[in-house]
């Protein structure tokens, strides 16, 4: 394949008003276009992370086990187990738990056999937890104040 896609691409410009140090910018060079080398050296996988920066190295990439405990976190916080981190407030949302479960579910269908038995196990017992959470949460109806 050539490059010819280069040709066609669309250009992004940076408008923020602050650079990522804080100090506040030149609202002139922000509509200056930036020297071809620049961009080439933009062109690489820093491109694609929010703000062209690499994440730093304390950062862990994501894995699916790490995928699996970010969507039960979320539905546990959906079904009152964790406060909201903005409010300090337990808000529940039944109809999304149960989304959110039937994702962890459709991904433990869709994944069998092209995991590994820890990762397995992992989703299999988050999804068991949060199925039983839930369940005691429909059969015992909406608490006072939530």
């Known amino acids: 394949m050539s490059d010819d896609k280069d040709d066609r691409g669309f250009r992004v410009t940076d408008r923020r008003r602050f650079a990522d140090s804080g100090e506040a910018r030149d609202p002139?060079?922000?509509?200056?276009?930036?020297?071809?080398?620049?961009?080439?050296?933009?062109?690489?996988?820093?491109?694609?992370?929010?703000?062209?920066?690499?994440?730093?190295?304390d950062e862990e990439p994501v894995t699916f086990g790490t995928f699996i405990l970010?969507?039960?976190?979320?539905?546990?916080?959906?079904?009152g187990d964790v406060a909201n981190p903005a409010t300090g407030r337990v808000e529940?949302?039944?109809?999304?738990?149960?989304?959110?479960?039937?994702?962890?579910?459709?991904?433990?269908?869709?994944?069998?056999?092209?995991?590994?038995?820890?990762?397995?196990?992992?989703?299999e017992s988050m999804l068991y937890d949060l199925r039983m959470r839930y369940v005691a949460l429909v059969r015992t109806g909406p608490k006072e104040g939530t």
Do not use: W, Y
Request: net charge negative; proline share 7%.
């Open 92 to 123: 529940r949302d039944l109809v999304a738990a149960k989304h959110l479960i039937d994702i962890l579910g459709i991904l433990r269908e869709k994944t069998r056999g092209n995991v590994d038995e820890v990762e397995e196990g992992l989703l």
């Open 28 to 57: 002139a060079a922000a509509d200056a276009p930036s020297p071809p080398e620049q961009e080439a050296s933009r062109s690489g996988p820093e491109a694609h992370h929010a703000g062209g920066e690499m994440p730093s190295e």
């Open 70 to 79: 970010g969507l039960s976190t979320q539905a546990l916080f959906h079904l």
